[in-house]
DNA sequence: TGGGATATCATGGGGCACTATGGGCGTCAA
DNA sequence: TTGACGCCCATAGTGCCCCATGATATCCCA
């Protein structure tokens, strides 16, 4: 399968190294990657990891902004900022750059997290605050527990019921 | 037939292998399953474990909302995230791997239940929990009202006991 | 109808290949 | 020189392939 699937955590060794989960490798080279693109959400405190695809659907993202604000520049600039190759060595590591650390507060331990298309990169500790925050709108997505936006899913809403 | 029923319990070997069930198996087969794709339910210690399709319907139902909302990402978090591939060696066996464990409080025994179109994987002591659960609100339902809920929270606190 | 032969299943374990992880060393630039 | 980085190797741990065993179920034939 060619999809990025499930997360795990690994620990980040003394060079500031972490090995990429063998499977999200196998993924990687399936899809034909040959580069890493790695950019910061806009939104959270995860790096989106991917091709070069993954630029493609950045820029429709901030294509969604108007453009004679500063905001779609702002948003362009903070993604793509700096470099955010990432280099895979020969025994399938990366390295943690300052650039990552400083957007996502990893410090110690990386978990990976499978996304379908792409994966991201989380410190551990957020990614299970923002993993329970998630399934908990979900929930309530589904129990359509809030009436008023409840009702605007409802039909689609009705899917997940066996 | 090619619907998952019933349920058995089968023991983790000391690798942390388990056989799948060859009835299910068989279903696994006869649908033409090359892969399973294992899901953490969103509100329950269980793994729904089906083919391919059960993710396609997940990406599908994402593939409806607007990409960059938050819904469309919390569903694919959930999809993608809490989701992985389950490969049967040869034997028709199936590896527990920590992400099961985590979720589902798995150690030693793993129950497989039968759902018609997908099948899923406990911890055996807290499928009968929730087992007894089920059956009482069910009886609930069919005694008609709420008059009864006295009843039904008398079964509730006989039978939970984690 | 009973009893054995056969097939299928659950389970255990050996062993190879690959993965994760640590560390050595040279190169290049500040 | 020092520290960041790329390249290489060593080792323990894990996953996965393959085979062996015993238990059950199924079938056939006397």
Not at 39 to 61: N, T
Not at 75 to 103: N, P, V, W, Y
Not at 113 to 129: D, H, K, S
Not at 140 to 156: N, S
Request: glycine share 8%; aromatic share 10%; net charge neutral.
């Amino acid at each position: 399968m060619d999809r990025f699937l499930s997360n795990t955590v690994s620990r980040i060794d003394a060079k500031g190294r972490v090995s990429v989960p063998a499977h999200f490798r196998a993924v990687v080279q399936k899809r034909g990657y040959s580069e890493l693109y790695a950019l910061r959400c806009l939104d959270l405190p995860a790096m989106d990891v991917g091709g070069l695809d993954l630029l493609d659907r950045y820029e429709q993202r901030i294509a969604q902004e108007d453009p004679f604000l500063q905001t779609a520049d702002d948003m362009s600039f903070f993604c793509h900022g700096d470099g955010a190759f990432l280099k895979l060595d020969q025994d399938g590591r990366i390295t943690m750059t300052d650039f990552i650390r400083e957007h996502t507060g990893i410090s110690a331990e990386v978990a990976f997290v499978g996304r379908g298309n792409f994966f991201q990169i989380w410190e551990p500790g957020r990614l299970a605050t923002y993993g329970a925050q998630a399934r908990a709108r979900l929930l309530q997505l589904r129990q359509g527990t809030k009436a008023h936006e409840a009702k605007a899913h409802e039909a689609k809403a009705g899917e997940r019921s066996e």
